[in-house]
């Protein structure tokens, strides 16, 4: 198995450029976490060995092998240094226009898959995505995803392409262009490729393409999303009617949040929030507990969890009032995942416990 980027020739043209960009990447979030945010500490370097290049630009990472460019077509030119994203990414966040479109591949179309990883550990994750993995020749995703796969997924792929935080765009461009050169491609993420995921951005980006999702046979895999799994390790927070909501405002603006926030709130909801806390996104958080405390009591349960299913988990129920506080502190941050009780939910045998409505029906 190849687990570097070198000239790697997936039957498209392309126009580089050598604009170079450190990458003081993120540390992933936590299972199925946007991968917009670059705004924790340093990206560790892929310990699968795979070139942490993008194909627009060459970019210097921490780590100590060189990177080089793909030749796949995958991204649009950046020759401008200054359009080059902050965040490690190959090219502009704001990059609109694809680089090869479905006219420059002569070869039969492949296959592309979206298949969520789940949790992070092997065990999380479903059997239906592991043998999706393996039928991949070509794995493409975020540097810190890859690190999560199997040893054998790993051994058996052809190749394995990652990017650091913020190289989404470019990451699944580089995995379309891939199957449209005859390969048989997955893009992977953490969680559940619908959810925060990128499943919707390959539909949009195949389109733009002038391709068709039926051309490369386009399917998705799914795996066990973030409010559920960290759900499971506080009791069951979750079991009616519920929303989730991201603190990110990199692809949605804060006033929208803050407005659904308060919808959600006000309503019986249980609430899953993504993206918490981050050290450019203090605001957010703060006024997240804001308007929680302004519609719900404050001593809601609030299940607070922490990297789920990683060797730094923390798991906490505390009260409504105290999750301002919490941002100060380790415990809250991107690989956190916070679950707001409704109004009928408590702690008993410190477990969450959200009323279905049983109990308005049956005697036990």
Not at 149 to 168: F, S
Request: glycine share 8%; hydrophobic share 30%.
């Amino acid at each position: 198995m190849s687990t570097d980027n070198t000239d790697s020739s997936c039957g498209a043209s392309e126009t580089q450029s050598t604009s170079e960009n450190t990458s003081d990447e993120a540390a992933s979030a936590s299972t199925d976490k946007p991968t917009t945010d670059a705004e924790t500490d340093t990206e560790t370097a892929s310990k699968r060995g795979a070139s942490e290049a993008s194909s627009a630009s060459e970019t210097t990472t921490t780590s100590t092998e060189a990177s080089s460019s793909s030749t796949c077509g995958a991204s649009s030119d950046s020759s401008d240094p200054a359009s080059s994203g902050s965040c490690g990414a190959s090219g502009s966040d704001d990059e609109k226009e694809v680089g090869a479109t479905v006219d420059d591949f002569d070869a039969e179309p492949g296959r592309l898959v979206a298949v969520g990883l789940g949790p992070g550990q092997p065990e999380g994750m479903t059997a239906k995505a592991r043998s999706a993995l393996m039928d991949a020749g070509h794995i493409v995703g975020y540097t810190t995803y890859v690190e999560l796969l199997p040893d054998e997924v790993v051994e058996a792929a052809e190749d394995i392409y990652n990017t650091p935080m913020c190289g989404e765009v470019s990451r699944t461009e580089e995995a379309i262009d891939r199957a449209l050169a005859g390969n048989s491609v997955a893009i992977i993420g953490s969680g559940d490729p619908n959810v925060y995921a990128l499943a919707g951005l390959a539909l949009e980006i195949v389109e733009s393409k002038g391709a068709t999702a039926s051309m490369l046979d386009f399917d998705v895999v799914p795996g066990v999303p973030a409010a559920q799994s960290c759900a499971a390790r506080v009791g069951a927070p979750l079991v009616n009617d519920t929303v989730s909501i991201s603190l990110s405002d990199h692809l949605t603006d804060m006033p929208t949040i803050e407005s659904r926030l308060h919808a959600a709130a006000k309503e019986g909801f249980t609430i899953s929030i993504y993206n918490p806390w981050s050290r450019k996104r203090r605001d957010n958080y703060e006024k997240c507990c804001e308007i929680l405390l302004e519609h719900r009591d404050p001593g809601t349960p609030v299940g607070v969890v922490h990297a789920a299913g990683r060797e730094d988990e923390q798991v906490e129920i505390v009260e409504l009032a105290e999750l301002p506080d919490l941002g100060e502190t380790d415990l809250v941050d991107m690989t956190t995942t916070l679950l707001v009780g409704n109004e009928d939910t408590y702690v008993w045998d410190d477990r969450m416990v959200t009323p279905r409505g049983y109990e308005t029906k049956y005697d036990y």
